[in-house]
């Protein structure tokens, strides 16, 4: 079975750094794409970038590039997300997802994406 | 960035009801939509890929219609199970973005 397993919720003060992971088992861990996605309180989900475990490409969303660093670490299957200083609007629950794709029918250069399957999440609490 | 944007934000339905989600594209996207099932507390759950594909393992009363920029998701008999916010994810381009979510609710 195709898992990914993040860590537990963090709580963490403003300006604090911080480092979250999600571990790959049940498929070749390096081969494919892993991608983050925030959802903040009751909001809907925004994704921030996606990392090449074979060897660490990382493309980022303009929205959160400078803001997070994405790494990833194959020799034991697990990718990171991190901060280096918090801020409260960091505050969010954040879901790592393994990254799919397949050539489009219509375009010969076009490409499917979509993310399948998900890591439980993490929630991310960042107060004073 | 390419905005998507769903309606109803919420809805009621019952047991049996054929229930339809929305999802529009600030511009063009072909069938580069996916479409996820969210239930609380939980990660989303893929459905649709590539606008019309039924993920392995997913029921057959689910299904993703619709190109350009308005794309339908149609739940043709809700089961209690299906109680949950859907939320629907263009791949046209990156950054790749997510319409804010519809909810269903029991009636």
């Known amino acids: 079975e195709v898992q990914l397993v993040q860590s537990g919720a963090e709580v963490k003060k403003p300006g604090e750094s911080l480092k979250i992971s999600c571990k790959g088992s049940?498929?070749?861990?390096?081969?494919?794409?892993i991608g983050w996605v925030r959802q903040m309180p009751g909001k809907g989900l925004e994704w921030m970038g996606i990392?090449?475990?074979?060897?660490?490409?990382?493309r980022y969303s303009p929205s959160f590039e400078g803001q997070v660093t994405i790494s990833a670490d194959k020799s034991i299957n697990t990718a990171y997300l991190q901060w280096s200083s918090l801020k409260a609007s960091d505050t969010a629950m954040y879901y790592c997802?393994?990254?799919?794709?397949?050539?489009?029918?219509?375009?010969?250069?076009?490409?499917?994406?979509?993310?399948?399957?998900w890591g439980q999440g993490t929630l991310v609490t960042v107060s004073s | 960035d390419i905005q998507m944007t769903q309606s109803p934000s919420s809805l009621s339905a019952s047991v049996g009801d054929r229930v339809t989600i929305t999802c529009r594209a600030s511009?063009?996207?072909?069938?580069?939509l996916n479409w996820y099932q969210q239930k609380p507390g939980k990660a989303p759950k893929l459905l649709i890929y590539?606008?019309?594909s039924l993920q392995s393992g997913v029921p057959s009363r689910f299904s993703g219609s619709g190109s350009g920029t308005d794309f339908t998701l149609t739940i043709s008999s809700l089961q209690p199970e299906d109680f949950a916010t859907y939320s629907c994810?263009?791949?046209?381009?990156?950054?790749?973005?997510f319409g804010q979510g519809t909810k269903v609710e029991i009636k």
């Open positions: 049940g498929y070749s861990f390096s081969s494919y794409w």
């Open positions: 994810q263009q791949s046209y381009s990156t950054p790749w973005t």
């Open positions: 990392i090449y475990p074979g060897d660490s490409d990382t």
């Open positions: 997802a393994r990254h799919l794709y397949s050539p489009s029918q219509l375009h010969p250069s076009g490409t499917y994406n979509w993310f399948d399957p």
């Open positions: 590539a606008g019309s």
């Open positions: 511009q063009s996207i072909s069938n580069y």
